[in-house]
């Protein structure tokens, strides 16, 4: 099939990419010049494990294209895939900004030729599509088109793998021509079975919210379990377990932590609530998972600040991971970047390392000092902060992360490490959920 999708942020080339992969005749349309030319020399501008390669290959078969021009590739396409970025809205009040949303409508529509379906990957507000419909009927009178629903569930660092076997492909739309059209982009996961939840624009649109929502709801749940363990003396991991097993609740998203950040679940989750006050409606769990995921990040530097033996200021600290998870190097809504900028306002200096995030940092966070790994990060810092579960940092040499260190306190806020074992190797160890009489 020939399809068009336009914006080559982080969603739109994941999904241009994995579409030419499945055999699809795919067009990368973007406005930025230097962008698209970058990526026509091969330069993919995020981190994403297998995107490059995934990329060239397509490229090299001739699958895939990218251009600033939306003809041919437009007027030509079965389908369209609107992919641009919905970011928090300037006002900085949770709605999110749909302008580039609605730019990309109106752009499409005078290209517009015979039936097209133009499909909603965006993250958006319920009742976009319908927008967006009013947008190309009013720009193209006349024209022969379908607007559908298709959010994304993609995770960073392993969206490759979520878009190439998904738990499920949600269709939003009220045109069965529509829907015959997205089943037949979707056709290579028919062979592994993947459901399809069929439904209309408006229900698909909060399926996405709803279950970003959800997820942020586990973890806030398991922070504030893990902060009465600290109480009672219980261990969170063991609690996650106990509970997870139970086939209803799942083990899945009930990791302790600094908070949940990116560039999905902080803005999602305001988004809803202002869906749902927009429609008079309570959303009071989420409005509680919001304040705890706030206070989570505030508990973290009480943590550090205790374990420094009750002030920050004039300590050295080093801080491995930046990124708000690891394999990416988007440091957006990152909780290191509010627990840093704290420790900093505080009067610490802080010496950071992170394997891919480092050069996204230094545009927010000039005073800290950037490291080349995390031992160099550690030289003669009065504590260690293990922020973000990279894979290097889960197997380090402890006794040299100990030699380098003035004061060897270890805070590890991703519970990588055991307790007793640390313990043992002479540190101050401090983490999330869990006492130090654990093992
Ligand atoms: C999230 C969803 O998982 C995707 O399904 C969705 O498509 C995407 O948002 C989106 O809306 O585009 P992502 O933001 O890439 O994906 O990252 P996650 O893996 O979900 O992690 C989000 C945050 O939660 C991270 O800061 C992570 O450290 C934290 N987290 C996750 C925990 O603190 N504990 C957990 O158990 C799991």
């Not at 795919?26 to 091969?42: M, P, R």
């Not at 995020?46 to 600033?68: C, D, H, W």
């Not at 990152?334 to 900093?344: F, M, V």
Request: aromatic share 8%; glycine share 8%.
């Amino acid at each position: 099939m020939k399809i068009a999708v336009i914006g080559t942020g982080y969603v739109g080339l994941v999904s241009g990419a994995c579409l030419a992969e499945f055999g699809h005749e795919v067009t990368c349309i973007d406005n930025d010049e230097s962008k698209i030319k970058s990526l026509k020399e091969g330069r993919i501008p995020i981190y994403e494990p297998g995107l490059e390669a995934m990329v060239l290959k397509n490229v090299q078969a001739g699958r895939l294209i990218f251009s600033t021009k939306y003809d041919p590739a437009v007027p030509e396409a079965e389908v369209i895939f609107i992919a641009v970025g919905t970011p928090a809205s300037r006002r900085g009040d949770g709605y999110a900004d749909l302008s580039y949303v609605y730019d990309a409508a109106r752009q499409i529509a005078p290209f517009l030729k015979d039936y097209t379906v133009v499909v909603n990957k965006s993250t958006v507000p319920v009742g976009t599509a319908c927008q967006v419909q009013r947008i190309i009927s009013e720009t193209n009178p006349g024209v022969s088109f379908d607007v559908a629903s298709n959010p994304e569930f993609l995770r960073e660092g392993a969206a490759i793998n979520d878009f190439m076997r998904p738990d499920r492909i949600v269709i939003g739309t009220d045109s069965k021509q529509a829907e015959e059209a997205l089943k037949a982009v979707y056709r290579p996961l028919y062979l592994i079975e993947t459901p399809f939840v069929i439904t209309n624009t408006k229900t698909a649109e909060l399926i996405k919210y709803a279950a970003n929502a959800f997820l942020a709801t586990k973890i806030s749940f398991i922070n504030e379990i893990a902060n009465l363990c600290e109480e009672i003396g219980g261990n969170v991991q063991d609690v996650a377990k106990g509970i997870g097993l139970d086939g209803r609740i799942g083990r899945k998203f009930l990791h302790a932590g600094p908070g949940y950040g990116g560039s999905c679940f902080p803005k999602d989750t305001h988004a809803l609530l202002r869906v749902a006050q927009d429609n008079g409606v309570a959303c009071r769990i989420v409005e509680a998972v919001v304040e705890v995921n706030a206070a989570q990040k505030a508990r973290m530097t009480r943590k550090i600040r205790q374990a420094l033996g009750g002030s920050e200021g004039g300590k050295k600290i080093a801080i491995l991971g930046l990124a708000f998870k690891p394999e990416t190097d988007d440091i957006r809504d990152a909780p290191a970047i509010t627990i840093i900028s704290k420790l900093i306002e505080n009067g610490a200096s802080v010496r950071a390392h992170d394997p891919q995030a480092m050069n996204e940092a230094r545009k927010v966070l000039p005073e800290v000092v950037y490291c080349s790994g995390p031992y160099e990060a550690c030289e003669g810092a009065d504590a260690v902060v293990l922020m973000t579960e990279w894979n290097e940092y889960r197997a380090l040499d402890l006794l040299r992360i100990k030699k380098a260190l003035k004061m060897p306190i270890f805070i590890d806020l991703r519970n990588v490490y055991r307790t007793a074992a640390m313990k043992q190797l002479g540190f101050d160890y401090f983490s999330v959920g869990r006492t130090s009489a654990d093992n």
